[in-house]
């Protein structure tokens, strides 16, 4: 079981750009999350899928934060602009049914 | 709404018993997991409790009484490879709390 497979590891752009962030989920789970985490608010929820259909996004901070989940074995979180702000440790995460989730390693995400 | 509160620190030292608590308050109660994190890791899950009671894997163990909306995880013979950041999380892993973060000294 290869687990959740996220990229890039790290990524470092300057404000403006459009940064998307890879996540494959472990084979046969039915559920992704998306989440980020700083120092100032901790591990916070931004969206989840059950079954590829977003179920609740109502962590996403705004419009400038997209989800996409086309097919069970690959998601997108994209930032369109990016700002200082958004600097983060990103984390997808999976399970399958009520089973505990298995994170990804990260995403550390730097907007200079 | 949901919280969730846990101690901000604690320090104990190698060999010892530490327990780092959780209270909450959720709408929707499934359980409560608990994850251990390391500097520069991802979260990884250590324990879950849907009822009330001890639930019990090797030195780590967790407990939930429902009435009080209250948990614990118990460390036991503490390691120095222990010292990381605890999390509570509540309504299946969506809302976790602000993290314990544990130091095991010599």
């Known amino acids: 079981d290869a687990g959740v497979i996220q990229s890039p590891r790290h990524e470092v752009t300057e404000m403006g750009q459009e940064v998307t962030l890879r996540c494959k989920p472990i084979s046969g789970h039915d559920y992704l999350f998306w989440y980020r985490q700083t120092m100032m608010r901790g591990l916070e929820l931004l969206i989840y899928?059950?079954?590829?259909?977003?179920?609740?996004d109502s962590g996403m901070p705004e419009d400038r934060f997209s989800a996409k989940m086309p097919n069970a074995s690959f998601s997108t979180l994209k930032i369109q602009p990016s700002e200082p702000r958004d600097s983060a440790v990103y984390f997808c995460?999976?399970?399958?049914?009520?089973?505990?989730?298995?994170f990804g390693d990260g995403t550390r995400l730097s907007i200079l | 709404g949901q919280s969730l509160e846990q101690p901000s620190e604690v320090t104990a030292v190698e060999g010892a018993i530490v327990q780092i608590n959780c209270t909450y308050q959720?709408?929707?109660?499934?359980?409560l997991s608990w994850y251990q994190q390391h500097d520069g890791g991802a979260p990884t899950f250590l324990s879950y409790n849907a009822l009330d009671g001890l639930e019990e894997t090797g030195r780590f163990s967790s407990f939930l009484s429902r009435s009080d909306s209250y948990g614990y995880l118990l460390l036991q013979e503490l390691q120095m490879k222990d010292s990381a950041s605890y999390f509570c999380a509540v309504t299946n892993n969506l809302f976790f709390g602000t993290g314990t973060r544990l130091t095991v000294i010599p």
């Open positions: 995460a999976s399970r399958q049914g009520i089973q505990p989730q298995h």
């Open positions: 899928f059950n079954n590829n259909v977003p179920i609740d």
């Open positions: 959720t709408s929707g109660f499934y359980g």
